[in-house]
């Protein structure tokens, strides 16, 4: 699966109508749904469509025609998400009608064409799940502990200084297990 962590934007243009395609990390969604509307009132539609994993490891998908005729614009979207492997990943198409009709066919193509479009601008990254530990461990082994979770990918989310140390740390599956083998005599998992 893939993902971005910034929005891009493309516009396209198909007999005289403009396609403006911007696509953003999921959790920008709403935020930029509302800006979009506010900046371009004179716009037709708002064709959007998205797919993120929710908390039980599920993809949750949704699509939206936004009054175009039914299937031509919100499913055409989609399905370059999904046929691209995106995930937690948000389309919006803003479009500006031209005064000619493009068809069903040419709604597809057009809204299909739009979003490949800003897609292949898009820096790809690949998804990997994170796990999530609380450690404990004294203070004489502070510097250990952050040396080893720079060394193997570990993220400190927090650190909370009492009798001992116990930090929340993040990191995916293979990273987390390199490092707690490396740190196996000096912590207490929590959690």
């Known amino acids: 699966m893939k993902y971005i962590d910034k929005m891009y934007n493309e516009t396209l243009e198909v007999k005289q109508s403009k396609f403006i395609t911007y696509l953003m990390p999921y959790s920008e969604y709403e935020a930029t749904l509302k800006k979009l509307k506010l900046e371009h009132p004179k716009a037709r539609h708002f064709v959007v469509s998205y797919r993120y994993l929710n908390q039980?490891?599920?993809?949750?998908?949704?699509?939206?025609d936004d009054g175009e005729p039914k299937g031509t614009s919100g499913k055409?979207?989609?399905?370059?998400?999904?046929?691209?492997?995106?995930?937690?990943?948000?389309?919006?198409?803003?479009?500006y009608f031209g005064g000619t009709k493009?068809?069903?066919?040419?709604?597809?193509?057009?809204?299909?064409?739009?979003?490949?479009?800003?897609?292949?601008?898009?820096?790809?990254?690949?998804y990997k799940e994170m796990i999530s530990k609380k450690i404990s461990f004294d203070y004489t082994n502070l510097r250990l502990?952050?040396?080893?979770?720079?060394?193997?990918?570990?993220?400190?989310?927090e650190k909370v200084f009492d009798s001992g140390a116990l930090f929340e740390i993040k990191a995916t599956e293979s990273d987390m297990k390199t490092f707690l083998k490396q740190v196996d005599r000096v912590v207490t998992i929590v959690l």
């Not at 502990?145 to 400190?156: D, G, K, L, T």
């Open 76 to 95: 055409p979207t989609l399905f370059v998400l999904q046929g691209s492997d995106m995930i937690n990943t948000a389309v919006i198409v803003v479009r």
């Open 145 to 157: 502990i952050e040396y080893e979770c720079i060394e193997n990918r570990v993220n400190i989310i």
């Open 102 to 126: 493009l068809g069903t066919g040419g709604l597809v193509r057009a809204y299909s064409d739009a979003v490949n479009l800003v897609l292949n601008q898009a820096i790809l990254l690949e």
């Open 56 to 64: 039980y490891k599920q993809i949750v998908e949704h699509s939206s």
